[in-house]
T-cell receptor, first 118, second 112 residues
Framework: GAVVSQHPSRVICKSGTSVKIECRSL??????MFWYRQFPKQSLMLMAT?????????EQGVEKDKFLINHASLTLSTLTVTSAHPEDSSFYIC??????????????FGSGTQLSVL | GENVEQHPSTLSVQEGDSAVIKCTYS??????FPWYKQELGKRPQLIID?????GEKKDQRIAVTLNKTAKHFSLHITETQPEDSAVYFC???????????FGKGTSLLVTP
């Protein structure tokens, strides 16, 4: 099956620093990637939709200046958490849809990044 | 936007029994309904999915039913095993361009 690689898997940082998370589709092209955030024992909440070559679309309540998303190629999307604070500590997970797919049947998840902000 | 409700939030069954998890959705345009199994700290794993033109789908011990009129769908696990213990999420979405909207999850515990 299709593989989505997400790095790092775990990161601990100091409050005020920035953290970049990468999401790569290894064996397929992904025009669209989604970024989710999952707090402990809660559901996956959509943060933003990332389309290659264009600006990301953010969900209501998600600060676009704090969570910078770049999707410069068909195989890579990055999420940068700027000036991280303890309340940003969460499990961040990306998902990538195979280019040309008509539905989310061709949607694959990364392995997730556990961010801990001290 | 789409709102997916999932029940129960926790479910405990004995090994060998069946488990049923139910979800409802609000967007009548949703046409794809996957179910994911997630273990702690891991990515969600697709276990079964169904499209709106199908009423039921089965894969070994797992089955999903969809009632499009009532806008609800259910996951059925038969002959449960301890390794089925995990958090299960239902989701719904429209066609391409739309993200999956997840339910709040069901923590399933199968006791030997």
């Amino acid at each position: 099956g299709a593989v989505v690689s997400q790095h790092p898997s775990r990161v601990i940082c100091k409050s005020g620093t920035s953290v970049k998370i990468e999401c790569r589709s290894l064996d397929f092209q992904a025009t669209t990637m989604f970024w989710y955030r999952q707090f402990p024992k809660q559901s996956l909440m959509l943060m933003a939709t990332s389309n290659e070559g264009s600006k990301a679309t953010y969900e209501q309540g998600v600060e676009k200046d704090k969570f910078l998303i770049n999707h410069a190629s068909l195989t890579l999307s990055t999420l940068t958490v700027t000036s991280a604070h303890p309340e940003d500590s969460s499990f961040y997970i990306c998902s990538a849809r195979v280019s040309g797919a008509e539905s989310n049947e061709k949607l694959f998840f990364g392995s997730g990044t556990q961010l801990s902000v001290l | 936007g789409e709102n997916v409700e999932q029940h129960p939030s926790t479910l405990s069954v004995q090994e060998g029994d069946s488990a049923v998890i139910k979800c409802t959705y609000s967007d009548s345009a949703s046409n794809y309904f996957p179910w994911y199994k997630q273990e702690l700290g891991k990515r969600p794993q697709l276990i079964i999915d169904i499209r709106s033109n199908v009423g039921e789908k089965k894969d070994q011990r797992i089955a999903v039913t969809l009632n499009k009129t009532a806008k609800h769908f259910s996951l059925h696990i038969t002959e449960t095993q301890p390794e089925d213990s995990a958090v299960y999420f239902c989701a719904a979405s429209r066609n391409s361009g739309y993200a999956l909207n997840f339910g709040k999850g069901t923590s399933l515990l199968v006791t030997p």
